[in-house]
């Protein structure tokens, strides 16, 4: 099997992912599926993030408030659901 070196820019590492599945039951895991998890994760913080960003331009703020994320993410979740 050939080590792969190349450096990960993922949000969430592969270690932190397999540790949270481990912790929660799930013995083995596919290499496959945790990059597959990780892109649909990457893909939900990048659609909050653009929330975010006009959610501030609205307000006129350059500074990211708490109050703005809980609201950016309590309207996703009646939106709908985080559907990946």
Do not use: H, W
């Amino acid at each position: 099997m050939v080590k792969n070196n190349k450096k990960s820019n993922a949000l969430i590492k592969k270690n932190n992912l397999v540790y949270l599945m481990n912790n929660l039951g799930i013995k083995r895991i596919n290499p496959q599926a945790i990059n597959v998890l990780n892109k649909k994760l990457e893909n939900q913080i990048q659609i909050i993030i653009r929330k975010l960003k006009q959610n501030m331009d609205i307000n006129a703020r350059k500074t990211l408030m708490k109050q703005d994320v809980l609201n950016v993410l309590e309207s996703k979740q009646k939106d709908e659901e985080f559907v990946l």
